[in-house]
């Protein structure tokens, strides 16, 4: 099955930006719905963005306008830029993959969004 590793995460002040980055590997990932989930202190995990294997993305409300997920399917990598970030967006970004047999997960990484 995938194993997926996070990467680019860190602290930025409100109103900078940031692109987190997901290395794939073990399993085809052109077939694979990639997305990207955040979980903050004391908050339930919930879903930012994802993107299909047709390239077609779908992002929550509070990130609309402001994140941008991309997939390359020759480095088996999704991104996630993050622009007009604001201290709410402060949470632990997982990647994930799916299909319809599999569900993978990384260990996430650490965004704050702070002065």
């Known amino acids: 099955q995938m194993q997926l590793v996070e990467s680019g995460g860190g602290l930025v002040q409100p109103g900078g930006s940031l692109r987190l980055s997901c290395a794939t590997s073990?399993?085809?990932?052109?077939?694979?719905?990639m997305g990207w989930y955040r979980q903050a202190p004391g908050k339930q995990r919930e879903l930012v963005a994802t993107?299909?294997?047709?390239?077609?993305?779908n992002y929550a409300d509070s990130v609309k306008g402001r994140f941008t997920i991309s997939r390359d399917n020759a480095k088996k990598t999704v991104y996630l830029q993050m622009n007009s970030l604001k201290p709410e967006d402060t949470a632990v970004y997982y990647c994930n993959g799916r299909t319809r047999v599999v569900d993978s997960w990384g260990r996430g990484t650490q965004v704050t969004v702070s002065s």
């Open positions: 073990g399993s085809i990932f052109s077939i694979y719905t």
């Open positions: 993107i299909t294997s047709g390239h077609s993305t």
